[in-house]
T-cell receptor, first 114, second 111 residues
Framework: DVKVTQSSRYLVKRTGEKVFLECVQD?????MFWYRQDPGLGLRLIYF???????EKGDIPEGYSVSREKKERFSLILESASTNQTSMYLC?????????????FGPGTRLTVT | GQNIDQPTEMTATEGAIVQINCTYQ??????LFWYQQHAGEAPTFLSY????GLEEKGRFSSFLSRSKGYSYLLLKELQMKDSASYLC????????????FGGGTRVLVKP
C-alpha cells in the first residue's frame, strides 16, 4: 500500500519563527511536490523536486525553501513564518514516466501562524 | 500559463448522475487527472486521460476532448459518500510536466 506521510497534522507557530515541514514517501518515487491549499484558491504548487538534491520553483515559491537530501524525504522550510502562510500544506509524490504518473498525497499539515 | 475552470459547487440526489465539467488552456497538454477530496482529507486519484475518449472505472467515468480543451467526470448511481470535492488537474509538458489544479467542484449528495 502506497504511503506518503507528513510530520504533523496540526502545527501552530508564531510570526517570525522558522518552520520545518517534513514529508516521507515509501514508494521509491523520483518526484516529490509541496502544495498549499486555501479556500477558493485550490491547490497551488510551491516547489517540486525530480531527484535528490534537485529542486524547481512552482507557482508560489516566495517565502519558502526546500531540501531533498534523500530520495524518500522532501522538506519544506518557512524561513520566517508570516500570518499569510497560514494554510493547509500537502506533500505528494509520483514516479517518472509519462504514462500515468499520478500523484499520491500525504494527509496534510494544517499550519496556523499567529 | 494555464487556465483551468470547473464549477464551484453542484448538488445532486442519491442514486442520480452528476457530470462535472472542466475546461483548460495549456500549451503542452500531457494528460488530465481527476482527484476526489473529502473534507479534511488528502486528494485521492480517480482517473487519468491523455487520449480522446471515455475512460470508465465502475461508477465513475472521465471523458477528454483535447481539441476542445474539455473534460468531464461522470458520477453514476450517486451515494452519500460521494459528497466531496472533485479536482481537475492538467499536466503540461511545457511546464516540466508538473500538475496545475483547478479550484475544485464541491459535490453535495442529498438523500
Amino acid at each position: 500500500d502506497v504511503k506518503v506521510t507528513q510530520s504533523s497534522r496540526y502545527l501552530v507557530k508564531r510570526t517570525g519563527e522558522k518552520v520545518f515541514l517534513e514529508c516521507v514517501q515509501d514508494m521509491d518515487h523520483e518526484n516529490m511536490f509541496w502544495y498549499r491549499q486555501d479556500p477558493g484558491l485550490g491547490l497551488r504548487l510551491i516547489y517540486f523536486s525530480y531527484d535528490v538534491k534537485m529542486k524547481e520553483k512552482g507557482d508560489i515559491p516566495e517565502g519558502y525553501s526546500v531540501s531533498r537530501e534523500k530520495k524518500e524525504r522532501f522538506s519544506l522550510i518557512l524561513e520566517s513564518a508570516s500570518t499569510n502562510q497560514t494554510s493547509m500544506y500537502l506533500c505528494a509524490s509520483s514516479s517518472h514516466g509519462l504514462a500515468g504518473g499520478e500523484q499520491y498525497f500525504g494527509p496534510g499539515t494544517r499550519l496556523t501562524v499567529t | 500559463g494555464q487556465n483551468i475552470d470547473q464549477p464551484t459547487e453542484m448538488t445532486a440526489t442519491e442514486g442520480a448522475i452528476v457530470q462535472i465539467n472542466c475546461t483548460y488552456q495549456t500549451s503542452g497538454f500531457n494528460g488530465l487527472f481527476w482527484y476526489q477530496q473529502h473534507a479534511g482529507e488528502a486528494p485521492t486519484f480517480l482517473s487519468y486521460n491523455v487520449l480522446d475518449g471515455l475512460e470508465e472505472k465502475g461508477r465513475f467515468s472521465s471523458f477528454l476532448s483535447r481539441s476542445k480543451g474539455y473534460s468531464y467526470l461522470l458520477l453514476k448511481e450517486l451515494q452519500m459518500k460521494d459528497s466531496a470535492s472533485y479536482l481537475c488537474a492538467v499536466r503540461d509538458q511545457a511546464a516540466g510536466n508538473k500538475l496545475t489544479f483547478g479550484g475544485g467542484t464541491r459535490v453535495l449528495v442529498k438523500p
